[in-house]
T-cell receptor, first 113, second 114 residues
Framework: SQELEQSPQSLIVQEGKNLTINCTSSKTLYGLYWYKQKYGEGLIFLMM?????EEKSHEKITAKLDEKKQQSSLHITASQPSHAGIYLC?????????????FGQGTILTVHP | GAVVSQHPSRVICKSGTSVKIECRSL??????MFWYRQFPKKSLMLMATSNEGSKATYEQGVEKDKFLINHASLTLSTLTVTSAHPEDSSFYIC??????????FGQGTRLTVV
């Protein structure tokens, strides 16, 4: 079965700083999702990556998928308190099981004003 | 994007009772839905895959008789926690498989068993 390793597990930064969260897969990724969650609430979809070398950006968040499709990174530029939360990467199983996601353990981000 | 509605968002029930959680795809047909559980300060763990018109496929370690899943139509899947106990208290969230390759999540349900 596929396993996702997220790092770091937690991150505390000062407002305005840049940060990166990594997600490494034990298998080639069919599709990689990034979500943000406030604990106990639903998932906020950030981005989905499928192609090797793909990079997507939305506002101050950029996600990349490496060429080998086994590692993804999420980069936040000039962080703000509103970026605080739990960031989850999820790997799509693909094939007949597409839509079925395996999640990393999450990264808890705290942004101090 | 597609919308998945989950209801209720919060529920408190007495130990020994059953609770039903609904997951609806509002603007698309979902032949497959997924149910996840999240323990405090933990990530989401897949419980089962719900297929319209057939039996759900449960992940290893998930009790089929405790977590009953019904996918009666292309837009509705339900998860019933039977004879709930305090250890069943958790955050449950569903997702629906859309087209072409994307999963859309509901808002989640916080279950507290007292």
């Amino acid at each position: 079965s596929q396993e996702l390793e997220q790092s770091p597990q937690s991150l505390i930064v000062q407002e305005g700083k840049n940060l990166t969260i990594n997600c490494t897969s034990s298998k080639t990724l069919y599709g990689l999702y990034w979500y943000k969650q406030k604990y106990g609430e639903g998932l906020i979809f950030l981005m989905m990556l499928q192609k090797g070398g793909e990079e997507k950006s939305h506002e101050k968040i950029t996600a990349k998928l490496d060429e080998k499709k086994q590692q993804s990174s999420l980069h936040i530029t000039a962080s703000q308190p509103s970026h605080a939360g739990i960031y989850l990467c999820g790997a799509d199983s693909g094939g007949t099981s597409y839509g079925k996601l395996t999640f990393g353990q999450g990264t808890i981000l705290t942004v101090h004003p | 994007g597609a919308v998945v509605s989950q209801h209720p968002s919060r529920v408190i029930c007495k130990s020994g009772t059953s609770v039903k959680i609904e997951c609806r795809s509002l603007d698309f047909q979902a032949t497959t839905m997924f149910w996840y559980r999240q323990f405090p300060k933990k990530s989401l763990m897949l419980m089962a895959t719900s297929n319209e018109g057939s039996k759900a496929t449960y992940e290893q370690g998930v009790e089929k008789d405790k977590f009953l899943i019904n996918h009666a139509s292309l837009t509705l899947s339900t998860l019933t926690v039977t004879s709930a106990h305090p250890e069943d208290s958790s955050f449950y969230i569903c997702s629906a498989r859309g087209q072409p390759t994307e999963a859309f999540f509901g808002q989640g349900t916080r279950l507290t068993v007292v």
